[in-house]
C-alpha cells in the first residue's frame, strides 16, 4: 500500500486537492483510504469531526497543554501503524492523508516557540509516506479566499516559515499551490 500526503496551511487546498485525488484514483480502479490525521488524533476523540467553522484554531498554548499534544501525537503514531497493518490486510492500494503527522509536528513545533521552548525531532517517529507533497501558498492569497482560514496572517506567515525550513529534511514535492486547483491537480497526478 503506497501513503500519499499532502500538507500545507490552512486554506492551502489540501482537501480540495485530496478529494480530487482520491475520485482519479478511485475511477482509475484503486482501493483508497482517506486519512486526516488531526481527525484521527486521540486528542480529538469525543470532540466529533474537526471543523474550522465550529473549532477556532489554536495558537497558544502553555508548557502542559503542548507535553500533552506530544503525548497524544506519539500515541496517534502507535495507532498508525496499527492502521496501516489492518488496511494492508483489507488489500487498500492507497492511503491518502490530508494533513500528515508532519502537520501535526509544525503545529506542536509553533506552539513551542510561541511559548519559548524547543520541541524535540518527532520527525523521526513518523513513517515515511510514499510521497509527500506540500502545497506552498502565500498566505495573503490565502487570506483574499472566499473561504479562508480563521487565523491571523501573521500566524500563517510564521507557520509558512517552519513548513519552508523543513522541505528538503521531509523530502517534499513542492506545488506552487497559488495557481488554479485543476493545474495544481495535474501536476500532483505527475507524481502519482
Known sequence: MKI?????????GKSTQIELLKNYLETNG??????????????????????????????????????????????????????????????????ISDRYFYDSVINIKYLSTQEGHGV??????VQKPNLSIYLDVDPEIIMSRERKPDQRIEYLKNKKELY?????????????????????????????
Request: hydrophobic share 40%; no cysteine.
Open 4 to 12: 500519499i500526503t499532502i500538507s500545507g496551511l490552512d486554506g492551502s
Open 164 to 192: 519552508d525550513k523543513k522541505i528538503q529534511q521531509w523530502n517534499w514535492k513542492v506545488i506552487d499551490g497559488n495557481r488554479d486547483k485543476n493545474v495544481i491537480f495535474e501536476e500532483i497526478k505527475s507524481y502519482v
Open 30 to 95: 484503486k482501493k483508497v483510504f482517506y486519512f486526516h490525521a488531526v481527525q484521527f488524533s486521540i486528542g480529538q476523540l469525543g470532540k466529533g469531526t474537526v471543523s474550522t467553522a465550529s473549532n477556532k484554531s489554536v495558537e497558544k498554548a502553555n508548557w502542559f497543554q503542548i507535553e500533552l499534544r506530544k503525548l497524544a501525537l506519539a500515541i496517534d503514531l502507535w495507532r498508525f501503524k496499527k492502521l496501516i497493518k489492518k488496511l494492508e490486510k483489507e488489500g487498500y492500494d492507497y492511503l
Open 120 to 125: 524535540s525531532n518527532w520527525t523521526l517517529r
